[in-house]
């Protein structure tokens, strides 16, 4: 059971390129969500996600896309990189509902030059 | 809007020397509140769930209280291996953090 898993680990951009960040989970769970880590400001939800082919937007969603075609698999695209968007990535997931315990993956550094 | 503030910012502490961490929340529903450990370039580490006022959990050295509108994280007798970050984040219908309070714990 290998939980949530992000990759790459780390990334380095260029202003106006695409990449598509990857996360797994294998415990089956239903909700899963994509979140940026910045100094001083805490976690910070992108996008979310309640079941295969459901998505919505969280407090940042501008300058990112998802789809959720699995249960197992939830991918972040940037699709033209910005400075802004320099930050810790993590993925999390829960079972369902609002109160189940939430795992985080590893997460994955970006920078975008 | 759900709001978040964690205090403080950052804490040194000797080893042994016991202190607590804040967390002030302000929510339409809470449905829970949660505290979370994060190591340096890892992610969030679950550690407790609270649901209701006067509730309180605990797992070794950490001991987590809710009133209704806060929570408290002591840290009993610390040792180095507790310094980490802690966050605390709180549930309406999606988790919402606050920024965290950097714990470290000198021998």
């Known amino acids: 059971n290998a939980g949530v898993t992000q990759t790459p680990k780390f990334q380095v951009l260029k202003t106006g390129q695409s990449m598509t960040l990857q996360c797994a989970q294998d415990?089956?769970?239903?909700?899963m969500s994509w979140y940026r880590q910045d100094p001083g400001m805490g976690l910070r939800l992108i996008h979310y996600?309640?079941?295969?082919?459901?998505?919505d937007q969280g407090e940042v969603p501008n300058g990112y896309n998802v789809s959720r075609s699995t249960t197992e698999d939830f991918p972040l695209r940037l699709l033209s990189a910005a400075p802004s968007q320099t930050s810790v990535y993590f993925c999390?997931?829960?079972?369902?509902?609002?109160?189940?315990?939430?795992?985080f993956g590893p997460g994955t550094r970006l920078t975008v030059l | 809007e759900d709001q978040v503030t964690q205090s403080p910012e950052a804490l040194r502490l000797q080893e042994g020397e016991s202190s607590s961490l804040n967390c002030s929340y302000t929510v339409s529903g809470l449905r829970g509140l949660f505290w979370y450990r994060q190591d340096p370039g890892k992610g969030p580490e679950f550690l407790f769930t609270?649901?209701?006022a006067g509730e309180e959990k605990e797992k070794e050295r950490l001991k987590a209280t809710l009133t209704k509108k806060e929570s408290f994280l002591h840290i009993t007798a610390p040792k180095p291996e507790d310094s980490a970050t802690y966050l605390c984040a709180v549930n309406d219908y999606k988790l919402s953090f606050g920024a965290g309070t950097t714990v470290t714990v000198r021998a």
């Open positions: 609270l649901y209701s």
């Open positions: 996600s309640v079941g295969a082919g459901i998505t």
């Open positions: 999390a997931s829960r079972l369902q509902g609002g109160t189940d315990t939430q795992y």
């Open positions: 415990m089956n769970h239903e909700y």
